[in-house]
């Protein structure tokens, strides 16, 4: 992404997207402190057990891309610290990871941002070739192209299409929110409360 790519967080953009762009809560950052992460994605297939076409992405993927990986459901790790340093050098932003990792210390003591399912000591093998192409994640369809933002908060994924609308509209909101009082905001809310209640029969008013 350019210097210029506004820097929202998740929560602004679930705000703006359907439930079908927020991927599953249990992918999450691997290590306490993750910064946010906002990047294209670089799609990834893996065959179950197997990790050849994750580690070909390391080297396929574009300067900035966030990786993100189905792992086919099995529990192996698709990647470990080695993999995670190489990706990293190579300017890699992020993994996003439908599955497992291992060497979570030394991707810790890297600074590499990983978010996945969790870790798993054994990794898999090398030696199925899939064809690449969408990929589900967490349950969202990613397309490489399409633009993840990802922090401890959760991952949403734009499509590509509708990313810079949406990454201005989010950055629109954050703005009108930071210039917005605790009163004046309680004000709001109380009127889409009450507004609520009424709609649904409940005459019985807010107390002050």
């Given at each position: ?20 762009r ?9 290590w306490?402190?993750?910064?946010r992460?906002?990047?294209?994605a670089h799609?990834?297939r893996c065959?179950?057990?197997?990790n050849?076409m994750m ?5 396929r993927?574009?300067?900035?891309s ?14 470990g610290?080695?993999v995670?340093?190489?990706a ?8 996003v990871?439908?599955?497992?990792i291992?060497?979570?210390?030394e ?5 590499f ?7 798993f000591p ?8 899939l064809?690449?192409?969408?990929t589900?994640v967490g349950?969202?369809?990613i397309r ?11 991952i949403v ?14 950055e629109?909101r954050?703005?009108?929110?930071a210039?917005q009082?605790?009163?004046?905001w ?13 709609a649904?029969?409940d005459?019985?008013g807010?107390?002050d």
């Amino acid at each position: 992404m350019s210097d210029s790519t506004p820097d929202v967080s998740p929560t602004s953009l679930a705000d703006l997207v359907g439930e079908d762009r927020i991927l599953d809560p249990a992918i999450r950052p691997l290590w306490d402190g993750m910064p946010r992460v906002t990047g294209p994605a670089h799609a990834v297939r893996c065959a179950p057990g197997d990790n050849l076409m994750m580690h070909t992405a390391i080297y396929r993927a574009e300067p900035g891309s966030v990786i993100v990986v189905d792992s086919g459901g099995a529990r192996l790790a698709v990647a470990g610290g080695n993999v995670c340093a190489v990706a990293q050098r190579r300017g890699i932003a992020a993994f996003v990871v439908d599955g497992y990792i291992r060497d979570l210390e030394e991707v810790r003591e890297m600074g590499f941002p990983v978010f996945a399912r969790g870790v798993f000591p054994k990794p898999g093998g090398k030696n199925v070739v899939l064809p690449q192409g969408d990929t589900v994640v967490g349950g969202v369809t990613i397309r490489t192209g399409d633009v993840v933002v990802a922090d401890e908060e959760g991952i949403v994924v734009l499509e590509a299409a509708h990313a810079p609308e949406l990454l201005r509209a989010a950055e629109d909101r954050e703005a009108a929110e930071a210039g917005q009082s605790l009163d004046g905001w309680e004000q709001a809310h109380r009127r889409k409360i009450q507004a609520g209640l009424v709609a649904g029969g409940d005459t019985g008013g807010l107390p002050d």
